[in-house]
């Protein structure tokens, strides 16, 4: 799929200035804050390993998706990829448009598009989108009997799928899943031995770059078992624990996503007459997989820059439909335009004095030695006036190792602290049992001068801070004992276990919203609350695997509702803890629970000494 060279060079003035407006970034600082503080992390990591050391939904090369000036040759390297990507997305949205419509036209319609949604998409996001209008236009224009996508092409998706993991690994799904379709298409294309080959070579690139580029970041192929698990435990977990509207469902969002994913798949049937029947099924998974990945990816966590990009991927398909002169194509670009237009929220300031700041600020990091410096010392300072670690504690983590919870792991990076963090190192997001248990062991097997930092403050979503990766907390609070606690910080230290053999208090089934009550302590025990929720029907289940969660499980503690994950709830809730003058927590004492779905409760009790 490629465009004749006096082509390009008649719309250079529009892809160079679509380039002038998308490509800086403004050189982003580290600052406080969840979301903040794992985009630090991908930045920072060091010798760090992945599936040993860290597990995430990022992998070591993620700092492409989410790039800081912490280091100068990460942040130079991440906008040559952005740059290329929105070259290659500019490329292809003209070469669609082309088939049927003048250059003239074509080019400043690609450029306006690229524009519009280059400030929501991710350059993993635009790769993909690059990638499934690459593949539909092969599909419904390659000559019978041949190769839709010449095999080298299908290697090369599969070697992109394998590097696009390693950066953020729902994206390589979803150019893995591209390329099985790609390897659909091409079935019956060729003599047999040909096939062979092509497929041999699909799977012989993406082991060989794969590796390769796990390897340049300095990661451990014997870590590479471990880090699938963990990536796809945290994929497949996403969903059910994170789903959530801010600040409340967007009846027209949903609406509109409606219309223009059926517009899509409307516009791809005129394409499939005449096809065989394997391109005809690639024709159709191609819009579909996009379909499926792009709403899973939008509207799980809904809010106004995650909503941009389902509208982003969609109105690429519909730019790329609506380049041809069959039945439906002005439907598809009406569906391509309500599609950006529903992701203008995210737009950035596009005023001469906005883009020459953003040129400005970039250039000077990446060519000025001492400017970078300057920004990364005066962000340090920034973070630090924030965060206002005792300097007490920072004199007792002197020479230790420490992971920091709940989330604020940019507290390392800010201090220079050794960081030694569980694999889950942002406690919300160890949702299942295999990630909290993961956590668990981590600091159970931690060394015995390994501290922990723990900051209270307020949490997202309406969380329980205690019950997000309860096993974890379950072993800090037997084998971990507060050092000093100052302000909204504390600092533990790793001690001989004080939790006893648990012994069980009963088993119920509980009805929906069924008030239970927690039978009183002597002032010596923790009790944990370990809740299995019935199983969903089958139609529940299907709804939320191709959709999302719509209703979250809640419990009601006391007088407080707090949001709950159905996977992790069987580990078991601390519900009560003792009154110690070294403990890992202050005193935690519910009464009562309520959960929003029936299920069964067992309530544990542990010994403490």
């Known amino acids: 799929m490629t465009l004749p ?6 719309g250079l003035p529009w892809l160079l200035l679509t380039l002038l407006l998308t490509v800086p970034l403004g050189a982003p600082l580290p600052s406080p804050g969840l979301d903040p503080s794992w985009r630090l992390a991908l930045n920072t990591f060091g010798d760090l390993h992945f599936g040993d050391d860290i597990v995430f939904t990022y992998g070591p090369w993620g700092f492409l998706d989410e790039p800081m000036i912490t280091g100068r040759a990460t942040y130079a390297l991440a906008l040559v990829v952005r740059t290329l990507a929105l070259v290659a997305l500019w490329l292809v949205s003209v070469r669609g448009l082309t088939r049927h419509w003048p250059l003239k036209a074509a080019a400043p319609v690609a450029s306006v598009f690229v524009v519009l949604v280059a400030p929501s998409a991710m350059s993993t996001l635009v790769v993909a989108a690059v990638a499934q209008l690459v593949l539909l236009g092969a599909v419904r224009s390659a000559p019978v009997g041949r190769p839709c996508l010449p095999w080298a092409a299908v290697a090369g998706l599969a070697a992109l799928a394998a590097v696009l993991l390693q950066v953020k690994f729902p994206n390589g799904l979803v150019v893995g899943a591209l390329t099985a379709v790609a390897l659909v298409a091409n079935l019956g294309a060729g003599a047999r031995r040909a096939q062979l080959l092509g497929w041999a070579s699909a799977a012989g690139s993406f082991v060989a770059v794969g590796a390769l580029a796990w390897l340049l970041r300095g990661q451990a192929l014997s870590d590479v078992p471990a880090w699938v698990r963990g990536s796809i435990d945290a994929t497949s977990g996403y969903a059910e624990a994170m789903a959530f509207e801010y600040p409340e469902p967007d009846v027209l969002a949903y609406a509109v996503a409606g219309v223009v994913a059926l517009v899509a798949l409307a516009a791809t049937v005129p394409h499939l007459r005449g096809l065989p029947v394997a391109q005809r099924v690639a024709a159709v998974l191609v819009p579909v997989v996009s379909v499926e990945f792009a709403f899973k990816s939008a509207f799980t966590r809904h809010d106004d820059f995650h909503e941009a990009v389902f ?27 309500a599609a950006v237009a529903m992701s203008l929220t995210t737009l950035s300031p596009l005023g001469p004095g906005e883009v020459r700041q953003r040129w400005t600020d970039d250039v000077e990091v990446l060519v000025s030695s001492q400017h970078h410096a300057d920004e990364v010392a005066a962000s340090r ?38 960081w030694q963090p ?35 403050g307020a949490f997202a979503d309406n969380r329980n801070p205690l019950w997000d990766s309860p096993l974890y907390h379950r072993a800090l609070a037997c084998r971990y004992r507060t050092v000093l606690a100052e302000a909204s910080w504390s600092l533990l230290a790793k001690a001989r276990s004080r939790c006893g053999t648990p012994e069980s208090l009963g088993v119920e089934h509980l009805d929906a919203d069924q008030r239970v009550e927690v039978p009183p302590g002597d002032g010596s025990d923790m009790v944990l609350a ?14 939320r695997l191709l959709t999302k969660p719509w209703t979250p499980m809640t419990v009601t503690a006391g007088e407080s509702t707090y949001r709950l994950s159905r996977a992790s709830s069987p580990s078991g809730l601390l519900v009560r803890f003792p ?31």
């Open 530 to 543: 370990r809740f299995t929720p019935d199983p969903a029907g089958l139609l529940t289940r299907a709804g």
């Open 381 to 418: 300072e920034a973070l630090a006036a924030a965060q206002q670690v005792p300097a007490g504690m920072l004199d007792q983590l002197d020479g230790h190792p420490v992971t920091i919870d709940p989330y604020e792991s940019s507290t390392a990076w800010t201090y220079g602290l050794d």
């Open 5 to 10: 060279r006096a082509t390009v060079v008649a």
């Open 579 to 609: 009154t110690l003058e070294a403990g890992a927590y202050p005193p935690v004492d519910i009464r009562s629970l309520v959960f929003s779905e029936p299920g069964t409760l067992e309530l544990v009790r542990v010994p403490i000494s």
């Open 422 to 456: 569980v694999p889950v190192f942002q406690l919300y997001a160890a949702y299942t049992p295999a990630l909290d248990r993961l956590n668990a062991t981590a600091l159970a097997d931690a060394p015995a001068d390994q501290r922990v930092l723990r900051h209270e």
């Open 311 to 337: 509208f982003v991927t969609v109105g690429a398909l519909l730019l790329m439909l609506a380049g041809n002169s069959r039945p439906g194509s002005w439907l598809a670009l009406a569906g391509a335009a």
